[in-house]
């Protein structure tokens, strides 16, 4: 069993918008800062954002500023907001959880949990 579940993902056309959400299943979710990534084929995962246990501290990456925003509740999920959707963010989305609980980062090998991801497609 994973310990970290993503549900969310589709089709959607461009300009639209969807939201993923990522359940943990036995992480203790509320210790650990939380990252949300992205992996389009033939590509190497990009970081989309971060945010602490307490939601505190985020962090975006620029490609996704103003259009995605992360959120967490702690007795129960990540949520990745995603609007204005563009045909170039068609990739499989990932949380993930870093081995140090507290840690926030951005880079993908301080990441130690992931989920099994969930596609997203957005059409021209």
């Known amino acids: 069993q994973e310990e970290l579940v993503e549900s969310g993902g589709g089709t959607v056309q461009a300009g639209g918008s969807l939201t993923l959400s990522c359940t943990p299943s036995k992480l203790d979710f509320e210790d650990y800062s939380m990252g949300w990534f992205r992996q389009a084929p033939g590509k190497e995962r990009e970081f989309l954002a971060v945010i602490s246990r307490i939601s505190g501290t985020i962090y975006y990456a620029d490609s996704v500023k103003g259009r995605f925003t992360i959120s967490r509740d702690n007795a129960d999920k990540l949520y990745l907001q995603m609007n204005t959707l563009k045909p170039e963010d068609t990739a499989v989305y990932y949380c993930?959880?870093?081995?140090?609980?507290?840690?926030?980062?951005?880079?993908?090998?301080?990441?130690?949990?992931w989920g099994q991801g969930t596609q997203v497609t957005v059409s021209s």
């Open positions: 993930a959880a870093p081995f140090r609980p507290k840690f926030i980062t951005t880079t993908p090998s301080d990441f130690y949990y």
